[in-house]
């Protein structure tokens, strides 16, 4: 099992940059793919960005590709969310989830129900 709990939001105005960081207990982490989604109020959950267990497939949602980096590091069990040039559109909740990919640089996909554990999310506010 592994518990996840992500921190590094805050708020900040537009055009400015946030770290997520997604820190994960349990010995099995690096035998996980990682995922982030976000909510916003109001709107459903929808996938941002992903990464396999090898840390170098990635897939990114449009919204976020060429602003975002994803990246991981299994030797400190996190996974961290590089966002920059925010806008007002990335307010959210932003939520890391986890599950366990058997093939090395794959992920479950980007849809919530693929992800077996989640953590409770962190606020991001972005100010215009």
């Known amino acids: 099992q592994v518990q996840l709990v992500e921190s590094g939001g805050g708020l900040v105005q537009a055009g400015g940059s946030l770290r997520l960081s997604c820190a994960a207990s349990?010995?099995?982490?690096?035998?996980?793919?990682i995922a982030w989604f976000r909510q916003a109020p109001g709107k459903e959950r929808e996938f941002v960005v992903a990464?396999?267990?090898?840390?170098?497939?990635?897939y990114y949602a449009d919204s976020v590709k060429g602003r975002s980096t994803i990246s991981r590091d299994n030797a400190k069990n996190t996974v961290y969310l590089q966002m920059n040039s925010l806008t007002p559109e990335d307010t959210a909740i932003y939520y890391c989830?986890?599950?366990?990919?058997?093939?090395?640089?794959?992920?479950?996909?980007?849809?919530?129900?693929?992800?077996?554990?989640w953590g409770q999310g962190t606020q991001v506010t972005v100010s215009s």
């Open positions: 989830a986890a599950a366990v990919a058997p093939v090395y640089s794959s992920f479950p996909g980007i849809y919530p129900r693929g992800y077996e554990y």
């Open positions: 990464i396999a267990r090898n840390g170098a497939s990635t």
């Open positions: 349990g010995r099995t982490f690096s035998n996980h793919a």
